[in-house]
Structures are given as structure tokens and as C-alpha cells.
């Protein structure tokens, strides 16, 4: 009766009925439940953005430490003459080691592949001084020279000695176009040798003169230039046997300390690839370890 009074005295408009109290409070349940899972999905949001943001900053310093590493490879092929490069050059013929430096002039041509594929097998990096005439009939071999880790220096562009030695300038001129060749070969255009051999080598001949006069010009554009103290004899004669070029390894080698070896890679140096192996060999036997100028220019 009490209970009956107490709502006698509640408003007609504010009387709620038992299906009606129900079903606030179901609403109520619901909106609840319904704040509850939105506060859980949030929370999953927000530490699904927490875990991406964390993923995302990972990526990006992994991504960076790839890029640092790729420049930092990028950087050690591309020669860089400083003075202790300059120092090394003008000791180049001397050593308390016995090293030795395979080089080849006058590439590419098509017995460079070949030569390429001796010094993989046999985990060899030589010095190819190319022609820049011949880079730009055979720039994907230069390419694989780089891509192997050999090092690629400068003969200049036509190996033709009237036109070479004009002048000091024309050897520059030379130097320079070649070396453009060789960047668009590579696909590197920070990419310098600074590192020149004269056709003919640098002593005496004809053009002496102009040639010493060139030495000056190239020093002073930061180029070194380098000859050779040993050599297989291919350029000796028209027609040398693999035992010709056995001997004159033999013979020039000796018992010298630090060999620069001159060989070629031109397109008549068939017998200079048939060779290899043996001159290889030879110099194992002898105690040699084996070199290029990326150990030099520095």
C-alpha cells in the first residue's frame, strides 16, 4: 500500500511500466557494452598504430643502415688519390712483401670475358688500363670489370701516337675522354682512376719529350701514371707461344720483390689467355700475392 502511494505521488508522465523499466534497461546494457567494445577497439587501434609507428621506424633506420652500407661500397670503388696514394705510387717497385699487380692494356675486346672469368675462378682482381675507343664498343664489359672488383685505369682513347702525343693537352684531352667513357659505362659519374699509363710507357721513344711535358699536366690534375718493371711479352712479337710468354715472366719477374706485370687484353692476345693460368700459377709458386691499384690509389 505504501509502495502504491509513493507512486500515486509520481507524475502520470514519469510512470514507467515493467516492459518499459526492461527495456531501459537493456539500453543501458547496450550502451554500456557498446562504450566498453569502443574503449577495446580504440585501445587495439591505438596500439596497432603504436606497433605500426614502431615498424615503420624500424623499416626506415634498417633502410637507412642499407643505404649507408651501399654508399659506403659505393664510395671504396671509387678511387681516390690522396698523399698516401701518391706515396704508394712512388714506392710502387718496392715492397717488404712479394705482391704482385696483373694489368692488361689495350681492352676490352671479346678475350676480356675470358680473362675475366681466369681471375674469378681463381679469386684474382687485376688492373685493366683501357682504350677508351674500345669502351665504347664494349662498355658491358667494362661494366663487369667493376661490377668484379677489378680496377679500371686509363690508357686514353686511341692508342694512336700522332694524335696522343700532339701536344701535352692532347694527353689530358685523352685522359679525360676516356674516363667520361668508362663513367657512362659503369653508370658512375664520380668515378676516376687517377691513374694513367702512357701507350709506349713513359721512357724515351720519339715523343720523350711530350710525354714528360704530359707527366707534369697530369700531376697537376691529380694523375698519377704508372709503367711496369716485368712483363709476358706479348707485344714482342706477332705470333708468341704460350712457352714464349712462360719465359718472359720467367726472365723478367726474377727475383724482384714487387712486380707490376704488363700484359694485354686486345683483340689479337689470344695466347695471352691461354697463358694466364700458367703465369698464375708460376707466380703462386713463387710466393706472390696478388694485387690491384684500388690496394694503392688510396
Known amino acids: 500500500m505504501k509502495e502504491e502511494k ?145 680496377f679500371i685505369a686509363n690508357h686514353g682513347y686511341s692508342h694512336v701516337y700522332e694524335a696522343i702525343y700532339q701536344s701535352p693537352q692532347a694527353v689530358l684531352d685523352e685522359y679525360n675522354k676516356c674516363n667520361q667513357l668508362v663513367r657512362e659505362a659503369i653508370g658512375e659519374q664520380e668515378y676516376n682512376s687517377h691513374l694513367f699509363r702512357f701507350p709506349g710507357g713513359l721512357a724515351g721513344g720519339k715523343y720523350a719529350d711530350i710525354k714528360n711535358q704530359a707527366n707534369d699536366l697530369l700531376s697537376q690534375n691529380n694523375i698519377v701514371h704508372v709503367d711496369w718493371n716485368a712483363l709476358n711479352g706479348d707485344s714482342e712479337t706477332t705470333s708468341p707461344t704460350i712457352e714464349y710468354e712462360m719465359q718472359r715472366i720467367q726472365e723478367t719477374v726474377g727475383d724482384k720483390q714487387s712486380v707490376v706485370i704488363l700484359m694485354h687484353d686486345a683483340q689479337a692476345k689470344k695466347v695471352t689467355v691461354e697463358a694466364l693460368p700458367g703465369i698464375i700459377d708460376y707466380l703462386k709458386g713463387q710466393g706472390y700475392e696478388f694485387k690491384n691499384f684500388y690496394e694503392i690509389i688510396k
Not at 714506392?91 to 692494356?105: A, E, G, Q
Not at 688492373?127 to 674500345?134: D, R
Request: glycine fraction near 4%; charge should be positive.
Open 6 to 150: 509513493n507512486m500515486s505521488l509520481v507524475p502520470a508522465k514519469f510512470r514507467f511500466t515493467t516492459k518499459e523499466k526492461t527495456l531501459m534497461i537493456v539500453i543501458i546494457v547496450l550502451m554500456i557494452v557498446g562504450i566498453v567494445v569502443t574503449w577495446i577497439n580504440c585501445a587495439k587501434i591505438m596500439k596497432a598504430n603504436a606497433e605500426y609507428k614502431l615498424a615503420y621506424q624500424q623499416y626506415q633506420e634498417a633502410l637507412a643502415k642499407e643505404q649507408e652500407e651501399l654508399e659506403k661500397k659505393r664510395q671504396e670503388k671509387l678511387p681516390k688519390l690522396t698523399e698516401v696514394g701518391i706515396e704508394n705510387m712512388n714506392h710502387i717497385y718496392s715492397s717488404d712483401t712479394k705482391r704482385v699487380f696483373l694489368t692488361f692494356d689495350d681492352g676490352p675486346s671479346s678475350n676480356t670475358n675470358q680473362i675475366l672469368d681466369i681471375l674469378n675462378e681463381r679469386g684474382i682482381k687485376a688492373t685493366f688500363f683501357v682504350l677508351g675507343s674500345n669502351v665504347e664498343k664494349k662498355p658491358e664489359v667494362v661494366k663487369r670489370m667493376y661490377d668484379e672488383g677489378h
